[in-house]
């Protein structure tokens, strides 16, 4: 990977083609993790979230993307069977790893298309 971009690319090839390995890869040893759910996060956690989404949904698309000079920001829509949720993502990327990663999710839409998604 030549540059930060380069990162946030793989980063959500990896989690939204459901490859957890590489996705792992891309976190810093210490990464930052917050979301909007109404459970703990780490980034066991967060990557467990992201694999259900990616299984469970019928699409993940990128429908809008800022890049900055520190990381990204993403705004994704979360396909369901029964209807789209939406997801905010920010990420930092520092030395070719996310060392932050920022979840905003649509809670209500969460709740009624994915449930039981951040159940434990």
């Given at each position: 990977m030549t540059n930060r971009?380069?990162?946030?690319?793989?980063?959500v090839?990896?989690?939204t083609n459901d490859d957890l390995t590489m996705a792992r890869k891309l976190l810093a040893a210490d990464v930052e993790t917050?979301?909007?759910?109404?459970?703990?996060?780490?980034?066991?956690?967060l990557l467990q979230v992201l694999h259900r989404i990616a299984a469970f949904a019928d699409?993940?698309?990128?429908?809008?993307?800022?890049d900055a000079v520190d990381g990204a920001a993403?705004?994704?829509?979360?396909a369901a069977p029964f209807g789209t949720a939406r997801m905010v993502e920010f990420l930092?990327?520092?030395d070719q790893k996310i060392n932050e990663v920022r979840h905003v999710y649509d809670v209500t839409a969460i709740d009624r298309?994915?449930?039981?998604?951040?159940?434990?």
């Open positions: 971009m380069d990162v946030v690319d793989y980063w090839r990896s989690w917050e979301w909007n759910l109404d459970a703990p996060v780490d980034d066991e956690e699409g993940v698309t990128v429908v809008a993307r800022t993403l705004v994704y829509d979360l930092g990327v520092e298309f994915f449930p039981g998604l951040y159940a434990n």
